[in-house]
């Protein structure tokens, strides 16, 4: 009579949907996220933020089959869709108390509800369902609609699916799970929030012990192993916050459409490595008030990233601004490419000698003094000594030298620098110094260039929506020289002592920076193979205390390089042919022969054929052996004078006028609130006692003993002539009422 019945109301209410291939296998499922190799990384949430792994039926343990048929219908087999005693026994309570207090559904009727969003719970919705179970039952075999259920259930924090439950909470497949794990996800669909393991563990072993003993009863499961799943402690992976958000935000834009699988460069293995190294060394800078880092890996053969970890600790302070693309002072890592630019286009060599001595530039905002680090001025260094020990003041005459900071601002805009986008004046000669800010992507992508010998290329995260061609910038020679510098520990050990964290067991060319205020730590190099940047410090903008590259990104760089050549050996480049190793005097810049006497104090560094030094002479020497220095060393040498140094007024370097006021493309302000509403304005020059000033716009008088410019609207040109060489320089600029 009950199966005419049901038979008769089953035409009655149609199935509100098709079991289907999609809804066997569960519901849309969260984008995935692969690494190079096709290996999952994690899934980018749905729009309703859960994330979900669909999985067939085979590929579920039986143990999780039994356990929750255990807790949830353990009549399901044996029902057809409805359990009638379970119903009746729900009915009968639920009308004594005035309301739903049991559901007493089963699989099936629960099934129809996970699929259509059945609403709140009344007799009307409960009868419809039983209805709608029966009709399925009679559609779908049990496996089929077993498979539904499975992959649309509810696991708590926004986990869709057991396969998604088994990788959130264990980190772990399905088939690696253990008794007492598979027993806590099965217990967790009836109240996810009331029995969620992160928040409240004390419920969900509950529930997880009860769901075991159900087991042992319905499925006679030996007491033994279910007392040994019973004393096993719940033990939980951490959340994957960065994996959740920061390469997800990446990847949606790459997602072809219709597909659920977004492939990027990044090796999985490397990328845990990394975050783990990361965090690691991190942890151990708070003491310095050091919160955040960031790393990326790029593999120099592919230009693809291999690894990319934005920040150190998801939770801590600015820990969700992925710092690997947030723009930073980089400090002293862009050094390279200003000496790079020298040698291509001033044909200098590791061994020119550049001048370290006290030097006043024009900025945008007047003259500049530039000191280096320790405020100390070495006299004559090499440029290999130079960029080794990261001198300041030899590093900005250099790229003065270019022309000023056009040149290395084009040229870091052709390697991909993305951040630079004011004009080269904003920046002006600290740009060599890390005045511009800029991302550590950018920054590792063009050390790559360097690691390629001159060839550049954009870095690729997703290969199948991303190309790149390489496009020579410089001399295989020129990069080769650079990278020979940047990997001699010995030209680095007066500063950076002889066994620092930028020392490796095989050739590694590395280069560090800290910008001015100690908000930002960065340490960059490469072998052959990879290329890695490293940037720690305080996305708050509060300083560090007492770090510097070496002590504070150079750890990270040293554990990671490690990682990287683990299990293979570190390449390092092939010298081009025309290179060659010379040994000179490090004061002259002068080749050395083994016969010479100062052969001993010799510096070994490379160059071109084309531009081997001139062998040293006794010309180049007093009879006391004194370094004879030339005119850019006289006022250094007269206030610091150096016993192995000596002036000779007769050797002219011929350093070009330079005027230092008004700064070049500058805007100057007319305040009617300031003095002669600031209208008088200095004009100064690198050589104030040979200058002679011009402006066919503008009035000069003296003022004060000085030369001064009265300004007035518009635009101008002043020049400087020299005197005694009758070389000129002339610059532009602007006038504008306040």
Request: glycine share 6%.
């Amino acid at each position: 009579m009950l199966s005419a019945i049901s038979l008769t109301l089953w035409y009655l209410v149609p199935l509100a949907f098709q079991l289907n291939n999609n809804a066997l296998t569960g519901p849309p499922p969260s984008v995935l996220i692969l690494d190079y190799q096709g290996y999952p990384l994690h899934h980018q949430a749905r729009k309703d933020y859960y994330f979900s792994e669909s999985t067939p039926l085979e590929g579920i343990p039986q143990a999780l089959i039994d356990a929750t048929l255990a807790a949830e219908d353990k009549r399901f087999y044996d029902h057809a869709g409805v359990d009638i005693l379970a119903n009746l026994r729900a009915i009968k309570d639920s009308i004594e108390a005035g309301r739903m207090v049991s559901g007493a559904s089963t699989i099936t009727q629960q099934t129809i509800k996970l699929t259509t969003g059945s609403p709140s719970r009344t007799f009307k919705t409960k009868i419809i369902e039983a209805l709608s179970a029966r009709h399925l039952e009679m559609r779908y075999s049990k496996q089929e609609i077993l498979a539904c259920y499975f992959n649309h259930l509810n696991y708590g924090n926004l986990t869709q699916g057991p396969r998604q439950a088994s990788l959130h909470y264990f980190g772990k497949e399905l088939s690696e799970l253990s008794l007492s794990q598979t027993a806590l996800l099965a217990g967790l669909p009836q109240a996810p929030s009331r029995h969620n393991p992160r928040r409240n563990p004390n419920n969900a072993k509950k529930r997880r012990d009860w769901v075991l003993q159900r087991m042992q009863v319905t499925c006679n499961y030996p007491s033994s192993q279910i007392q040994r799943a019973i004393n096993e402690p719940i033990q939980l992976i951490p959340r994957r916050y960065q994996q959740q958000t920061q390469l997800a935000q990446l990847a949606v834009s790459h997602r072809k459409q219709g597909s659920r699988t977004i492939r990027t460069s990044i090796d999985g293995k490397l990328q845990s490595s990394v975050a783990r190294i990361l965090t690691e060394e991190v942890a151990k800078l708070h003491q310095h008030h050091v919160n955040n880092g960031a790393v990326v890996v790029i593999d120099n053969h592919t230009r693809q990233v291999r690894a990319l970890v934005g920040t150190a600790d998801f939770t801590a302070n600015s820990g969700q601004i992925n710092a690997a693309l947030t723009p930073r002072s980089p400090g002293s890592v862009l050094k390279p490419f200003t000496y790079l630019l020298a040698i291509e286009k001033l044909h200098y060599s590791p061994a020119t000698i550049l001048a370290d001595v006290p030097t006043n530039y024009a900025g945008i905002r007047g003259p500049e003094a530039f000191i280096n680090y320790d405020r100390k001025h070495r006299g004559p260094v090499s440029l290999h000594s130079a960029l080794g020990n990261s001198l300041n003041v030899p590093a900005v005459r250099t790229l003065n030298s270019l022309g000023g900071p056009r040149a290395l601002h084009s040229f870091l805009q052709q390697l991909g620098f993305i951040t630079l986008t004011e004009k080269p004046s904003h920046y002006g000669l600290g740009l060599t110094l890390g005045s511009g800010p800029v991302r550590l992507i950018d920054v590792t992508n063009g050390f790559a260039t360097l690691a390629c010998q001159g060839k550049a290329a954009e870095f690729i995260l997703f290969p199948d929506s991303q190309t790149t061609k390489r496009k020579r910038v410089c001399s295989p020679e020129s990069a080769y020289l650079i990278a020979s510098i940047l990997t001699d520990n010995l030209a680095r050990s007066a500063n950076f002592g002889n066994n620092s964290q930028l020392r490796l067991p095989f050739p590694c060319a590395v280069k560090t920076g800290t910008s001015s205020d100690f908000r930002d730590n960065f340490c960059v190099g490469f072998t052959a193979d990879f290329t890695v940047g490293v940037w720690v410090g305080n996305l708050s903008n509060q300083p560090m205390k007492g770090i510097s590259g070496v002590t504070g990104a150079g750890p990270v760089f040293h554990q990671i390089m490690l990682e990287l050549h683990k299990n293979q050996p570190a390449h390092w480049l092939k010298k081009p042919d025309n290179v060659v190793a010379v040994h000179v005097d490090p004061h002259t810049g002068k080749l050395l022969p083994p016969s010479h006497p100062r052969f001993h104090q010799s510096t070994h560094t490379f160059t071109t054929k084309k531009h081997i030094p001139d062998s040293a002479s006794h010309d180049d020497y007093s009879e006391s052996g004194q370094v004879y220095l030339d005119d850019r060393f006289t006022e250094w040498l007269s206030e610091s004078p150096s016993p192995p140094f000596i002036a000779d007024l007769t050797r002219q370097h011929d350093a070009p006028l330079r005027v230092l006021s008004p700064a070049r493309d500058a805007t100057y302000l007319l305040d009617p609130d300031l003095p002669d509403r600031g209208a008088y304005l200095s004009l100064i020059s690198n050589d104030p006692d040979s200058t002679e000033w011009s402006c066919e716009s503008l009035e000069i008088i003296e003022h004060h003993n000085t030369p001064t410019i009265i300004l007035t609207e518009g635009e101008h040109q002043v020049t400087a002539h020299h005197r005694a060489t009758g070389k000129s320089s002339s610059i532009r600029f602007s006038v504008k009422e306040l």
